[in-house]
């Protein structure tokens, strides 16, 4: 598309004109379903009325079994009509949504850019999944976009994770800083998605703040982008919604001390307990079995934390193939740090399927992610699969545990490749 061509699109969606020819669109589309409805009803008022004409002149059981069809077929289309009218006007009422949330951050972009203080951007508080597959994306966007000098920006997350946003920003705070993890995990259970400032974000920023004496400050938080991306999670809109805001690209790994006392090859895992990973004795000793198939093939070296953040619970294994990371490496303020080292140097990643299954092929590592209840979201399994395809050749494959004996032949074979 040209210039002019693209200048013409961002006014029309700036000014709200294109969200009104939208709306125009989707009006004219119900109307003709509407007319091309009433004239099927009418078609069939018409033929009732002959049926009635007949009962009443012969009343035979044909034509009252044929008018009782024909009563069927009315309410079935007018609840079909029902259905059509209230998809049509809900679609409507989210693309003016959409339109309202895009010229609201388009405002609030052009705020941070009438000068130059400060941004703080987070604070992060939520899932390790969504940092990495919207929220990181996100901010890479909007600093390449409207091209926001990284000296600017100071990224306030929790567990080591300032690689994550790579060259974005020059300065890095972490909320285990300043909190406990039973402190921060007693001030998060009850509010994972951050749609707005919360208590705690504002308890978190006023402590960042303050210790880095940054006086009055920009906040870039994460409300923006979860009103951006809501029509997609509540699976009304496309992927495309998600990539019009978000820039992808891999972790870059880095040489961390934790590294030097692993093999030279292994595998990373971390199982745990969760929704879709019940603790069940059955769950148990799927992870017992994993790991040790793998363990007999080549070293497997475990990412298990001395502390929890979460209602999430870690699934210890042993064997003699498997190793563990010293928990002197494993602090809050760096365990994802840790983590995602070790994760990056690993010839695969195995455990459950969560946020810590997406750090993997990011860091450019497949990812072998394991469940027994369907109970999580597939349309961000989806997300995370068509981001993982474009970024290069790491996949992200989600297992049932019930169907690990199908694939452990073929995982040992392939396991004992790598090994060599």
């Given at each position: 598309?040209?210039?002019?061509?693209?200048?013409s699109?961002l006014?029309?969606?700036l000014t709200g004109?294109?969200?009104?020819q939208r709306?125009a669109e989707?009006?004219?589309?119900v109307v003709k379903?509407?007319?091309?409805?009433?004239?099927?009803?009418?078609?069939?008022r018409?033929?009732?009325?002959?049926?009635?004409?007949?009962?009443?002149?012969?009343a035979?059981a044909?034509?009252?079994h044929?008018?009782?069809?024909?009563m069927?077929d009315?309410q079935?289309?007018?609840?079909?009509?029902?259905?059509?009218?209230?998809?049509?006007?809900e679609r409507?009422?989210v693309l003016d949504e959409?339109?309202?949330d895009?010229?609201?951050?388009?405002r609030r972009?052009?705020?941070l850019?009438?000068?130059?203080r400060p941004?703080?951007?987070?604070?992060w508080?939520?899932?390790?999944g969504?940092?990495?597959?919207?929220w990181v994306p996100?901010v890479?966007?909007?600093?390449?976009t409207?091209?926001l000098?990284?000296?600017?920006?100071?990224?306030?997350?929790r567990?080591?994770?300032?690689?994550w946003y790579?060259d974005?920003?020059?300065r890095?705070?972490?909320v285990?800083s300043?909190f406990t993890p039973?402190?921060?995990?007693?001030?998060?259970?009850?509010?994972k998605k951050?749609?707005?400032v919360?208590k705690?974000?504002t308890?978190?920023?006023k402590?960042?703040l303050?210790?880095h004496?940054?006086?009055?400050?920009?906040l870039?938080?994460?409300g923006?982008?979860?009103?951006?991306?809501?029509?997609?999670?509540?699976?009304?809109?496309?992927i495309?919604?998600?990539?019009?805001y978000a820039?992808?690209s891999?972790i870059?790994?880095?040489?961390?001390p934790?590294?030097?006392?692993?093999?030279?090859k292994?595998?990373?895992?971390r199982?745990?307990?969760?929704g879709?990973?019940?603790?069940t004795?059955a769950n148990?000793a799927?992870v017992?079995s994993?790991?040790?198939?793998i363990?007999?093939?080549v070293?497997?070296?475990?990412?298990n934390?001395?502390?929890a953040?979460?209602d999430?619970?870690?699934?210890?294994a042993?064997?003699?193939?498997?190793?563990?990371?010293?928990a002197a490496h494993?602090?809050?303020?760096?365990?994802?740090?840790?983590?995602t080292?070790?994760?990056?140097?690993?010839?695969?990643?195995v455990g459950?399927?969560?946020?810590y299954?997406y750090?993997?092929?990011?860091?450019?590592?497949?990812?072998l992610a394991?469940y027994?209840?369907?109970?999580?979201?597939?349309?961000?399994l989806?997300?995370a699969?068509?981001?993982?395809?474009?970024?290069?050749?790491?996949?992200l494959?989600?297992?049932?545990v019930a169907?690990?004996?199908?694939?452990?032949l073929?995982?040992?074979?392939t396991l004992a490749?790598?090994?060599?």
């Amino acid at each position: 598309m040209n210039e002019p061509g693209r200048l013409s699109n961002l006014v029309a969606r700036l000014t709200g004109r294109w969200t009104l020819q939208r709306l125009a669109e989707v009006e004219e589309k119900v109307v003709k379903f509407g007319r091309a409805e009433r004239e099927e009803l009418a078609s069939q008022r018409q033929a009732i009325d002959r049926l009635a004409s007949s009962v009443a002149s012969r009343a035979s059981a044909a034509a009252v079994h044929e008018l009782q069809r024909r009563m069927e077929d009315l309410q079935q289309s007018f609840a079909h009509q029902d259905r059509a009218f209230a998809e049509a006007f809900e679609r409507a009422r989210v693309l003016d949504e959409q339109g309202t949330d895009d010229r609201r951050f388009a405002r609030r972009i052009g705020e941070l850019l009438r000068h130059d203080r400060p941004i703080v951007v987070g604070p992060w508080t939520g899932e390790v999944g969504f940092e990495l597959l919207y929220w990181v994306p996100f901010v890479r966007w909007v600093v390449n976009t409207y091209g926001l000098a990284p000296e600017r920006l100071l990224v306030v997350s929790r567990g080591g994770v300032k690689g994550w946003y790579g060259d974005l920003a020059t300065r890095y705070a972490d909320v285990f800083s300043y909190f406990t993890p039973d402190e921060f995990r007693a001030a998060t259970e009850d509010a994972k998605k951050q749609r707005l400032v919360g208590k705690f974000d504002t308890v978190v920023l006023k402590r960042v703040l303050e210790a880095h004496n940054l006086g009055r400050a920009d906040l870039l938080h994460p409300g923006m982008m979860y009103r951006l991306f809501m029509p997609f999670w509540r699976q009304i809109a496309s992927i495309s919604r998600v990539e019009q805001y978000a820039t992808y690209s891999r972790i870059e790994p880095i040489d961390d001390p934790v590294l030097r006392g692993l093999p030279d090859k292994y595998v990373a895992a971390r199982f745990y307990f969760s929704g879709c990973f019940p603790e069940t004795p059955a769950n148990r000793a799927h992870v017992e079995s994993i790991i040790g198939a793998i363990s007999r093939e080549v070293p497997v070296v475990l990412l298990n934390t001395p502390f929890a953040v979460d209602d999430h619970r870690d699934v210890s294994a042993t064997g003699g193939g498997v190793h563990t990371v010293d928990a002197a490496h494993m602090t809050p303020e760096r365990n994802l740090a840790v983590q995602t080292a070790v994760i990056a140097r690993a010839q695969a990643f195995v455990g459950t399927y969560g946020g810590y299954s997406y750090l993997a092929p990011f860091c450019g590592v497949p990812s072998l992610a394991f469940y027994s209840a369907q109970t999580y979201k597939v349309h961000h399994l989806h997300a995370a699969q068509h981001v993982f395809e474009r970024l290069g050749d790491a996949r992200l494959v989600p297992l049932d545990v019930a169907g690990f004996p199908l694939v452990r032949l073929a995982l040992s074979q392939t396991l004992a490749g790598t090994a060599r």
